[in-house]
Nanobody, 124 residues
């Protein structure tokens, strides 16, 4: 079965960096769109970044553009989210998601598989 396992979360000071990893298994993801979402305390789950596993363009929420970078390593079947210049408002549980879609989308309903999430806490 499909598994997405996130890692790399933690506690960091404002201005710091973290890299999240999402190890994907259970099928070939070459036709999938991969996304990162986050859910802060008392908030809805929101889109952060997405890319097609096959490569090409990347997409970001306005709130993280210029600070976060999504990428993937085919050999390791892993998707990454590099987060720089972190702010306290980036504090959330971060989720990796995979959708069998030929198009990218910020809509969480278009993603078929989800990881368990990893906590990111940014202190001021």
């Amino acid at each position: 079965q499909v598994q997405l396992v996130e890692s790399g979360g933690g506690l960091v000071q404002a201005g710091g960096s973290l890299r999240l990893s999402c190890a994907a298994s259970g099928r070939t993801f070459s036709s999938y769109t991969m996304g990162w979402f986050r859910q802060g305390p008392g908030k809805e789950r929101e889109f952060v970044a997405a890319m097609r596993w096959s490569g090409g363009s990347t997409y970001y929420a306005d709130s993280v553009k210029g600070r976060f970078t999504i990428s993937r390593d085919n050999a390791k079947n892993t998707v990454y989210l590099q987060m720089n210049s972190l702010k306290p408002e980036d504090t959330a549980v971060y989720y990796c998601a995979a959708g069998n879609r030929w198009f990218w989308t910020p809509s969480k309903t278009e993603y078929d598989y989800w990881g368990q999430g990893t906590q990111v806490t940014v202190s001021s």
